[in-house]
């Protein structure tokens, strides 16, 4: 896609880029839309909007059922976007991909699924303490019906996972480590991979939350040597409601269905049923056809911009970013890890961040407000909610500019 | 514009100094506000006697809107019927739903919570300090 560099250093051009996602020219209270939301989900380029379209328009069919033409049509994309999934995360193979509704399905599957049959009461899961309620909950609930126990993984006050105290807290009754890779509350990139090989000494399966990753790294999961990794569309523009879970074939395989249904099974007779091979196994009922297809559109778009000059621009805007909100009297940043993705948590004295963000959004600004579905880890900063402003390939020093610009009327209005 | 009739001067005025705004010692009545989402946290404490609210008081932390909101609605508890409050608590809940209704007299300033009706994502906040007052009023 040759419209996205531009001929200096192989960079992207940023406001050609922009060009492709409809909704960043629109205005907001009537000033041009900065969006620095993208943590919670980011805009759709036209590439993903128009292949979603393209199949409600053109090829509208169940998948995997039919005989006739659309239905083939549809089966053909809708596998390609899981071959095109396998691509982004380098598995083995696409029997290893099982599409999802999200990170968050792609988790309790792994809960249900992997751990529920084999669990004993005083059995241990390990999860970190910056982990988004997804990566939290579905353990929780786990633990509550089966008397197992949820340990922390505690983190330093620079918003760091403290992998130097992982390795005493893992026994053998530990079943499961779950670790976010990318924190969407303070930005934290996890050393993974180290977490990984530690984990595989001791022979514990690793479960990675990938959501704030893939739409700003190249993730190689057997790089990484986890054993499950999840993933949502939306947040590496692609649409809401699809999301996928790679797993290691051989974990997969042992595993029984989560849902019954349609698609997951071989045969069924009153007497009983067999089920259907990876990934169908996982797959009860009609799939999200259109929201499978834009994931494949999504992760196609990303090859071809390059995820590698994504990373580089986005990394100068988090630098720029944190230079200056450093500046600013008042503000602290909430997670300072040495190694961060595009991702700024923030407090500002004497503004609660509910007000300043109704008022910079007056400014055109979106930006996050609240706990982030991390209640935790605002515990553990001992804060009731933060501002946060996090970055895409299609944002703009001067967005920054605007967004600090409306951070200053905010604070003289209230204060 | 529209962001100056939310942070409207007696409502900045109320969160610079809010009424009513700590412990309150001998309290009969008290619960706390928790909305998670937003990170406001307040403990609405009354003395009740009789029927009567005698003192309201809120402390805690929370935004601009709930502060203001809870500033003035303690002020407003005190003298009134502990068993007319849900009755007003609808009515104001209505006149932030419905921008054409006109102002409720009796419920002086704080019909100036009104301009939360064009920022829908802020109406929970006007009203936690009305939902906390209840829970309070419901268990001694």
Not at chain 1, 21 to 35: A, D, I
Not at chain 1, 121 to 134: A, N
Not at chain 1, 333 to 347: D, R
Request: with cysteine; hydrophobic share 45%; net charge negative.
């Amino acid at each position: 896609m040759e419209i996205v560099k531009s001929g200096v250093r192989d960079q992207l051009d940023v406001l050609r880029l922009r060009e492709q996602f409809p909704v960043l020219s629109r205005e907001v209270h009537g000033k041009p839309l900065v969006y620095l939301d993208n943590a919670a989900t980011a805009q759709r380029p036209l590439a993903v909007i128009e292949a979603m379209d393209r199949f409600y328009r053109e090829y509208n069919a169940n998948v995997h059922r039919g005989v006739h033409q659309l239905s083939v049509e549809a089966s053909e994309a809708f596998e390609a976007s899981r071959e095109a999934v396998r691509r982004l995360l380098n598995a083995n193979s696409e029997r290893e991909i099982v599409f999802t509704r999200g990170t968050t399905e792609a988790i309790n599957l792994v809960a249900n699924s992997f751990l529920r049959p084999n669990l004993r009461p005083g059995d241990e899961i390990l999860v970190s303490h910056m982990e988004h309620h997804s990566n939290i909950v579905p353990w929780q609930i786990l633990c509550e019906q089966t008397g197992a126990v949820l340990k922390v993984m505690p983190i330093n006050q620079r918003g760091e996972l403290m992998l130097d105290e992982v390795e005493s807290m893992i026994s053998e009754r530990t079943r499961l480590i779950g670790i976010v890779h990318v924190s969407n509350a303070l930005g934290t990139v996890n050393p993974v991979a180290e977490l990984c090989a530690l984990a595989k000494r001791h022979e514990v399966p690793v479960l990675v939350d990938g959501a704030q990753a893939t739409p700003h790294e190249k993730v190689d999961v057997q790089a990484l040597g986890c054993d499950f990794y999840a993933l949502s569309a939306h947040k590496m523009y692609g649409p809401t409601g699809i999301g996928a879970l790679w797993g290691r074939e051989e974990l997969l395989e042992a595993m029984p269905p989560w849902q019954g249904g349609g698609e997951m099974i071989s045969r069924v007779s009153f007497e009983g049923s067999t089920w259907n091979e990876l990934p169908h196994k996982f797959e009860a009922g009609t799939p999200n056809i259109a929201g499978a297809i834009g994931l494949g559109a999504a992760v196609k778009w990303l090859e071809d911009v390059g995820v590698a000059r994504i990373a580089e621009h986005e990394a100068k805007l988090l630098e720029y970013a944190t230079e200056r909100m450093l500046e600013v009297d008042g503000l602290t940043i909430i997670g300072q890890a040495a190694n961060k993705g595009p991702v700024v948590s923030f407090t500002l004295d004497g503004v609660h961040p509910n007000d300043l963000g109704t008022i910079i959004d007056h400014h055109g600004v979106a930006i996050r407000t609240g706990h982030h579905c991390a209640m935790p880890v605002m515990q553990f900063f001992g804060v009731p909610a933060t501002a946060r402003v996090s970055f895409a390939c299609y944002n703009l020093r001067a967005e920054i500019d605007v967004f600090l610009d409306a951070l200053e009327k905010a604070r003289t209005m209230l204060t | 514009m529209v962001l100056d009739q939310l942070y409207q001067q007696t409502i900045l005025e109320h969160n610079r100094n809010p009424r009513n705004y700590g412990k309150l010692a001998g309290a009969t009545h008290a619960a706390r506000g928790h909305d998670a989402l937003c990170g406001d946290d307040i403990l609405v404490e009354l003395i009740v006697e009789n029927g009567c609210i005698l003192e309201a008081a809120f402390s805690g932390e929370a935004c601009a809107v709930t502060k203001a909101s809870a500033s003035m609605l303690t002020e407003w508890l005190t003298g009134r019927e502990a068993s007319d409050i849900a009755a007003w608590s609808d009515q104001f809940h209505a006149l932030l739903k419905d921008c054409t209704l006109p102002d409720t007299p009796e419920l002086a300033d704080l019909n100036q919570l009104r301009a939360v009706s064009r920022f829908p994502a802020r109406v929970r906040n006007a009203l936690l300090p009305w939902t906390t007052t209840l829970r309070a009023l419901q268990k001694p």
